[in-house]
């Protein structure tokens, strides 16, 4: 089955979350699966610095009155999958992030440069191809590549059929409206059946009612979206087409996240030998600058610093369990006031707390490894993975009940338990969660346990990646 996965980014090329992880490990997953899997992404700066052999295979034009662009290929680093570049500088190459510039703010031209990337997969899924392979199945990830089904819906040459990821439904890829001309759709697809969305053109409202089938990074999530609390004003659509959702959980790279072979500990361990997990820990202390004491719980956050997060719900928690003889390292950015409390709270408690307000995939292995409990009181989660990381390191977590959390985590209650759940997202619902966490910590045998059954978890993308293709074979 030839199937063309479309992505806004892929690691180790270009990261902003989660989406990225997902698209370089997924489509490695379903090659090792016996498919002709090809990858589509942008041609920022970081993605043509980073592959090499780049060839052109085609040159064209996307949209009349544009300059021409060109399709490069490539292979990913290490996987060896097989990679289109759509190379078109004007709207790529440029310093600063793939959605937004130096001071935060999005670019202006997004729906441009995203409308291009989406008409770019269509044609690939088309009879029109501009490259002797034509996609089968056209997946989609997030608002960025929406349009590509709409665009398949449209054009009478279509060959593929589209599936629509949805990674998080918080974010649309709204625009106005004058951009229909522009993206080259018809005037009649701006209707509530169709790409129109609140009086704005909606790039995942688009890929929503056009794909085929709809897949969400979790089976909890895909339910919770169809409700009026988490649907964000997409629910009735999807309710509509309860029949096409479906959920597939995500999974992670066993082969980078493993505590046996991982490149940035200096301590590696496994389930068979832990004790090198307490020297990891005592690097860590060291590092950022804590107490180095062996029995002291310490507690991890890697996240983006935000209030979907849950971490405001934390940091009223914190005092409480600091004063009580806690650790806590955090590595993350994201909202001004959440990144201001924390670091407050690092002056407050000097040598136990330790606040780290940028990306560090390096420090992001080290932190998982070194802490001994992972906080992730996330409000609404449509997957998450550094739960499964937590999991696998040896580190449980502490989650709330909502999606992907819900399907990946068991609390320590049950046999088969692997982390800590809580169900109300309150700051004292949080605080029992985590006092119960330190509780077990504290039991070694009872500790140990947990651990244990995190570590034996299957969370790669073995299972999940033979769901998408069953999924695939029942569209194609």
Not at 99 to 121: C, I, T
Not at 255 to 272: C, F, K, N, Q, V
Not at 363 to 374: C, K
């Amino acid at each position: 089955m030839k199937i063309l996965f479309v992505t806004s980014e892929v690691h180790p090329l270009i990261k902003t979350g989660g989406l990225a992880d997902v698209s370089g490990s997924l489509p490695a997953a379903l090659q090792a699966l016996g498919q002709d899997v090809r990858l589509l992404i942008p041609g920022y700066i970081q993605v043509l610095d980073k592959l090499e052999s780049k060839r052109t295979v085609a040159s064209f034009s996307v949209f009349p009155g544009q300059p021409e662009v060109k399709l490069l290929s490539a292979k990913m680093p290490e996987t060896e999958v097989p990679v289109y570049i759509l190379d078109a500088p004007q709207y790529f190459c440029r310093v600063a992030g793939p959605y937004q510039y130096e001071l935060g703010g999005d670019w202006p031209d997004n729906a441009m440069r995203f409308g291009m990337l989406s008409k770019v997969a269509a044609l690939l899924g088309s009879k029109a191809s501009p490259v002797n392979w034509r996609a089968d199945i056209v997946h989609c990830n997030d608002w960025q590549s929406g349009l590509a089904p709409a665009y398949l819906h449209m054009t009478e040459s279509a060959h593929a059929k589209s599936v629509m990821t949805v990674h998080n439904i918080a974010f649309q890829g709204n625009f106005d409206r004058d951009w229909l001309a522009p993206l080259d759709l018809p005037p009649s697809c701006f209707d509530m059946h169709g790409v129109e969305f609140h009086g704005y053109l909606s790039f995942l409202k688009a890929g929503l009612h056009y794909a085929d089938r709809i897949v969400t990074v979790s089976p909890t999530y895909a339910h919770e979206i169809q409700t009026t609390e988490m649907g964000y004003g997409l629910q009735g659509l999807l309710t509509v087409r309860n029949g096409d959702v479906s959920g597939i959980l995500n999974g992670i790279d066993e082969s980078e996240w493993d505590p046996a072979t991982d490149i940035h500990l200096t301590a590696r361990y496994g389930l068979g030998d832990l004790a090198p997990k307490a020297e990891g820990k005592r690097a860590l202390q060291q590092r950022l600058g804590l107490e180095v004491k062996e029995r002291v719980p310490l507690l991890g956050v890697v996240s983006r610093l935000t209030y979907q997060k849950g971490l405001d719900m934390l940091l009223e928690c914190l005092p409480k369990l600091l004063d009580g003889g806690a650790q806590l390292a955090v590595l993350g950015s994201g909202e001004a006031d959440l990144e201001k409390r924390f670091e407050q709270l690092a002056l407050r408690y000097p040598g136990r707390v330790s606040v780290t307000v940028r990306f560090d995939e390096g420090l992001s292995h080290q932190i998982m490894a070194g802490t001994d409990i992972f906080l992730m009181p996330s409000r609404f989660e449509p997957c998450g993975l550094n739960q499964m990381y937590g999991m696998r390191y040896g580190t449980p977590p502490v989650v709330r009940r909502t999606g992907g959390l819900a399907d990946s985590v068991s609390d320590a209650s049950l046999p088969d338990g692997t982390g800590f759940v809580f169900d109300e997202p309150t700051p004292a619902a949080l605080y029992r969660t985590i006092v119960a966490s330190i509780d077990c910590y504290r039991d070694i045998p009872a500790f140990r346990r947990v651990q244990s059954n995190g570590m034996k978890r299957d969370v790669g993308w073995r299972v999940s990646a033979q769901k998408y293709l069953e999924l695939y074979r029942k569209i194609e």
